[in-house]
């Protein structure tokens, strides 16, 4: 049994604490855990009792700057030593409250025998994430072939002017972002990572870029600015902002934009596609021979490419104080594939690939 996921499980935990702090706690528990995990004689009880454990552990990142970190007792012996102090609940919480490190070294060990199908409950128990805050780097993969985990990065990183906080309740895991600082004058955030396909992700952030990769079954983003880069299968996705750029290059079953300044580059299929904004600059390209889908577009200025196969049928309808369509594309009407387009200033060109 590896000792990855227990630290992942701590560093998340922990993830507000000073840097230098965390990499000194980490380095402190991977003695603890290879002992914990060379007594396997009550595993099934100490799983009994996780759920409570890791309730607890979750505290030490609230009261961290309230109370010293003490040493583990013992922390150089084999875990078989604590393990009946471990299995009574009140007495495991007497010893919990005692130092905070105990909070999560115990809680630490738990998660590490209860071997490798906790793990697995445990990313698959992760319905949705949610990040919010002021500002957040996330490269985001759904693929079913590779681990199931999560990484956070500080760059440039000052504990008295930033702090992030991750918490856990049932199956949303939110990350909550606040910067004293301007955004862009310090404090980088980067989380990466890869979850089991199907999940839901949801943003509120002023300032997100964000690139995902696999299959996600809804894509819910807001703030003042949106950068985001999609790749693989949705099941429905919408943007908002003051500022959103999107390039998506995926199957969605329906893409809404709206914002101020909409600039969206889409490569795929899709069964709709909704665009609003006060500037609107959109290049969709629809693949298959015959797409069937609904597009919709307004705004005071828009400027739109729109590519689809020679072979599809379209039924389109371009309005607007000042409108140009370019293109030899046969209008019909009652055609699967519908495109309309509206504003003052509006500016279509249609092209047959």
Same mark, same amino acid.
């Given at each position: 049994?590896?000792?990855d996921?227990?630290?992942?499980q701590?560093?998340?935990?922990?993830v507000e $604490?000073?840097?230098?702090?965390?990499?000194?706690i980490?380095?402190?528990?991977?003695?603890?855990?290879?002992?914990? #995990?060379?007594?396997r004689?009550?595993?099934?009880?100490?799983?009994?009792?996780?759920?409570?454990?890791?309730?607890l552990?979750?505290?030490?990142?609230?009261r961290s700057?309230?109370?010293?970190?003490?040493?583990?007792?013992? =922390?150089?012996r084999?875990?078989?030593g604590?393990a009946?102090?471990l299995l009574?609940v009140?007495?495991?919480?007497?010893?919990l409250?005692?130092?905070?490190m &105990?909070?999560v070294?115990?809680g630490?060990g738990?998660?590490?025998?209860?071997s490798a199908? +906790?793990?697995?409950?445990? *990313? +698959?128990?992760?319905?949705?994430? &949610?990040?919010n805050?002021d500002a957040?780097?996330?490269?985001?993969?759904?693929?079913? *072939? %590779?681990?199931?985990k999560?990484?956070?990065?500080? %760059?440039?990183?000052?504990?008295?002017?930033?702090k992030?906080t991750?918490?856990?309740?049932?199956?949303?895991?939110?990350f909550q972002?606040k910067?004293?600082k301007?955004?862009?004058?310090r404090?980088?955030l980067?989380v990466r990572?890869?979850?089991?396909p199907?999940?839901?992700?949801? #943003?509120?952030?002023?300032a997100?870029?964000?690139?995902?990769?696999?299959?996600?079954?809804?894509v819910?983003?807001?703030?003042q600015?949106?950068?985001?880069?999609?790749?693989? !299968?949705?099941? *429905?996705?919408?943007?908002?902002?003051?500022? /959103?750029?999107a390039?998506?290059?995926a199957? !969605?079953d329906?893409?809404k =934009?709206k914002g101020q +300044? /909409?600039? $969206?580059?889409?490569?795929?299929?899709?069964?709709?596609v909704a665009?609003?904004?006060q *500037?609107v600059?959109?290049d969709l390209?629809l %693949?298959?021979?015959?797409?069937? +889908?609904?597009?919709? #577009?307004?705004?005071?200025?828009?400027?739109?490419?729109?590519?689809?196969?020679?072979?599809?049928?379209?039924d389109?309808? !371009?309005?607007?104080?000042?409108?140009?369509?370019?293109?030899?594309?046969a &209008?019909t009407s009652?055609?699967?594939?519908?495109?309309?387009?509206g504003?003052s200033? #509006?500016?279509?060109?249609?092209?047959? &690939?």
């Amino acid at each position: 049994m590896k000792n990855d996921a227990c630290l992942q499980q701590l560093q998340l935990t922990l993830v507000e $604490l000073p840097e230098a702090e965390l990499r000194k706690i980490l380095r402190d528990y991977r003695g603890y855990i290879r002992g914990a #995990v060379a007594d396997r004689a009550s595993e099934s009880r100490l799983l009994a009792v996780l759920a409570d454990t890791r309730q607890l552990a979750a505290g030490l990142s609230r009261r961290s700057g309230r109370e010293r970190l003490a040493p583990w007792p013992g =922390a150089g012996r084999r875990a078989g030593g604590h393990a009946g102090r471990l299995l009574a609940v009140p007495e495991l919480k007497r010893l919990l409250r005692k130092t905070e490190m &105990n909070i999560v070294k115990i809680g630490c060990g738990l998660l590490l025998l209860g071997s490798a199908a +906790a793990r697995a409950e445990d *990313a +698959a128990g992760i319905d949705r994430l &949610n990040f919010n805050g002021d500002a957040l780097k996330l490269e985001l993969s759904a693929d079913a *072939a %590779r681990p199931y985990k999560l990484d956070v990065e500080k %760059r440039n990183w000052s504990d008295a002017d930033c702090k992030v906080t991750v918490t856990r309740m049932g199956g949303d895991l939110t990350f909550q972002v606040k910067l004293n600082k301007p955004v862009g004058d310090r404090c980088k955030l980067t989380v990466r990572g890869n979850v089991k396909p199907g999940k839901q992700v949801g #943003v509120d952030m002023r300032a997100f870029d964000g690139d995902l990769n696999g299959r996600f079954s809804s894509v819910q983003m807001r703030g003042q600015a949106l950068k985001v880069d999609l790749k693989g !299968v949705y099941g *429905a996705v919408a943007l908002s902002g003051d500022a /959103v750029k999107a390039e998506v290059d995926a199957s !969605v079953d329906d893409l809404k =934009a709206k914002g101020q +300044a /909409v600039n $969206l580059e889409f490569d795929g299929t899709t069964r709709g596609v909704a665009l609003e904004g006060q *500037a609107v600059k959109a290049d969709l390209k629809l %693949r298959g021979a015959q797409p069937a +889908a609904s597009v919709d #577009v307004k705004g005071q200025m828009v400027n739109l490419d729109f590519h689809a196969d020679r072979q599809a049928k379209l039924d389109y309808q !371009v309005s607007g104080q000042a409108s140009k369509v370019s293109g030899d594309w046969a &209008n019909t009407s009652g055609a699967p594939l519908k495109l309309r387009v509206g504003g003052s200033a #509006v500016k279509v060109s249609l092209e047959r &690939n």
